[in-house]
């Protein structure tokens, strides 16, 4: 069977970004958890639990944008690209656990008070923040094109606001001596990371579902499709995304002979790339309309007529 198709990947990677972020983001996370266990803050080791999982993120962003570069082959015809969304859907369920895991720890410290020293935990809280701002700056270019820098991102960014609010727990227990904001705090994080991880979960499971693309609006492709000059039905439309920014169609044209088969696929998936950056698209174009119990017959690029069937 005859059909047009176009194997554009708009997709850039970062690599250099990920390895200077992994690496900030690794050294400091020993040395706050280092600091926390001997400061007996909770709100540190929460903190430092997600630099954990921010390396983590980073450390699995790396491998995926390693693995995302091997060739298609004739076992995995679409390459490794998939494999970013493993990487994301891991990084979002790793983020579930850690925020389960402090609010439990801060449920326990609720029953049982500890002593915090404040100070040293503003003093780490503050280099962490510095800290992670940096690969904040360097992640932000990329977090809109590649749903794996996504998730590195919330990572890092949800660890910001940590920081701020161990620092603002640390003056506040500082001042008055109140041991108990350490652990509001950390609940505070726990609660704030939980509704953003659940969206970037949910992101990497329409993908791995084979979904819709997020922000691709089917009824406006099938509209753009149908207004086409030559253009008379559009039927068997399937729209998914491979990884982030790679999103491949398929559909059935019926034309009604004015125009070349060839200038109408080239025309549909010009339009197609520039209105809603889908990026790898399979049109077949047919000279009577099919259904799901009949053969149909369609006409290829060269104008041959074929016949085929939807019958499995």
Request: hydrophobic share 50%; with cysteine; net charge negative.
């Amino acid at each position: 069977m005859s059909a047009e198709h176009n194997h554009a990947l708009p997709s850039t990677q970062h690599e250099k970004v990920l390895w200077v972020a992994f690496g900030l983001t690794t050294t400091f996370l020993i040395a706050e958890a280092v600091a926390g266990f001997l400061l007996n803050s909770l709100a540190l080791l929460s903190d430092a639990a997600h630099m954990f999982t921010d390396s983590a993120a980073l450390g699995i962003a790396l491998a995926a944008v390693r693995i995302a570069r091997k060739p298609a082959d004739q076992y995995r015809t679409f390459g490794y690209h998939r494999f970013e969304i493993l990487a994301a859907t891991f990084n979002a369920l790793l983020l579930f656990g850690v925020a389960i895991y402090i609010l439990y720890e801060a449920w326990q410290r609720f029953r049982s008070p500890v002593e915090v020293q404040s100070v040293g935990m503003i003093v780490v809280a503050c280099l962490g923040l510095v800290i992670n701002f940096i690969s904040i700056r360097l992640l932000s270019s990329g977090k809109d094109s590649s749903l794996n820098l996504k998730g590195a991102y919330l990572e890092v960014w949800s660890d910001l606001i940590g920081s701020i609010g161990v620092i603002v727990g640390g003056i506040i227990i500082y001042f008055t001596g109140w041991a108990w904001v350490d652990t509001i705090v950390a609940v505070g994080i726990g609660l704030w990371v939980l509704p953003r991880t659940w969206i970037l979960l949910k992101e990497s499971l329409n993908l791995l579902l084979e979904g819709v693309p997020l922000g691709i609006d089917i009824e406006e492709v099938e509209k753009e499709i149908l207004s086409q000059k030559g253009v008379v039905n559009l039927h068997d439309l399937h729209l998914w995304g491979i990884t982030s920014g790679k999103n491949s169609l398929t559909a059935h044209i019926l034309m009604d002979g004015t125009v070349d088969s060839t200038e109408l696929i080239n025309s549909i998936q010009t339009t197609l790339s520039d209105k809603f950056a889908i990026s790898h698209t399979t049109l077949q174009c047919e000279t009577s309309l099919c259904n799901q119990a009949e053969v149909c017959t369609f006409i290829d690029s060269s104008n041959v007529l074929h016949e085929h069937s939807h019958q499995d």
